[in-house]
């Protein structure tokens, strides 16, 4: 860093700016992911433990004609974890793109700066 801000001085200092100033926020999106995910394991549990329990007991659920019953169960569990599921990769998508967009925008408002400064001319480094 240091050898960043002697060459191109103190506009060195808005790309990390920039980049320490997402940094809440990129945590913030990483505690959403992890919500996320405990959610979606949550329902996962549930519904390997309904179908362990279908399993088991085959015998009664084909006796008294269940099926139907507990196919809309295990229906109903596995939209709601395909829902979680979803919010969970648009979660990681957008993390993944913070990650690689904020370097170049970072580098970007440095040489803006930069330019800016030198009223106009052409950089030279």
């Known amino acids: 860093m240091g050898l960043l801000v002697y060459t191109l001085g103190v506009s060195a200092l ?3 700016g920039i980049l320490l100033g997402v940094a809440p926020f990129q945590g913030w999106l990483f505690g959403k992911l992890m919500a996320y995910r405990g ?7 549930q519904r390997v433990r309904l179908l362990t329990e ?3 007991n085959i015998r ?5 004609a269940y099926e139907t019953f507990f196919g809309h169960k295990v229906t109903e569990l596995r939209s709601q974890e395909l829902a979680k599921l979803k919010g969970f990769g ?13 370097p170049i925008l ?6 803006n700066v930069i330019y800016c ?8 480094v």
Not at 39 to 45: G, R
Not at 90 to 102: E, P, R, V
Not at 106 to 111: E, F, P, Q, R
């Open 90 to 102: 648009l979660m990681h998508a957008l993390i993944n793109s913070t990650f690689y967009f904020l």
């Open 39 to 45: 959610t979606q394991e949550k329902i996962v549990d």
């Open 14 to 16: 808005v790309g990390l």
């Open 106 to 111: 970072a580098a970007v408002c440095k040489y």
């Open 54 to 56: 279908i399993i088991n």
């Open 60 to 64: 009664a659920v084909k006796l008294y």
């Open 117 to 124: 400064s030198h009223n106009g001319c052409l950089l030279t």
